[in-house]
């Protein structure tokens, strides 16, 4: 599995929130082990209608940094855990349409 740097995975998840109106106090951000046990057990996101990514990072510290630094200076929710794996998802009942008005849906990665 490729693994990405805290720079990369910061780049791509804020630019991910901006395609969807970039109110970042929407969104919560947690580390794990297994991104998406966290996503779709722990916390109920449902993989086709909630707005989520997850990426590797190079270390649990990596990932680490990656989630308080979005939480802190974008002021996402920060969700308690561990391990090497970043992920985030907009929380909320529905999930509208991406900001610039496209019906596309959203992307998910392929890791």
């Known amino acids: 599995m490729t693994a ?6 910061k780049f791509e998840f804020i630019s ?3 395609e969807f ?19 779709f057990g722990e916390h109920g996101i449902d993989e086709a ?6 990426k590797p990072a190079v270390s649990p510290a ?3 940094m990656v989630r308080d630094w ?3 200076r974008q002021g996402a929710a ?6 090497r794996q970043v992920f985030l998802f907009r929380r909320g009942p529905e999930v509208g349409p991406p900001a610039d ?6 992307v998910r990665p392929a890791v």
């Open 78 to 83: 920060a969700l308690p855990g561990e391990g």
């Open 21 to 39: 109106g970039a109110d970042f106090s929407a969104w919560s951000v947690g580390v794990s082990e297994d991104a998406l046990a966290a996503l």
């Open 4 to 9: 990405y740097s805290v720079q990369q995975i």
């Open 101 to 106: 008005g496209s019906s596309r849906s959203p």
């Open 62 to 64: 990596a990932a680490a």
């Open 49 to 54: 209608r909630d707005i989520w990514l997850w």
């Open 16 to 18: 991910y929130v901006k």
């Open 70 to 72: 979005i939480c802190g």
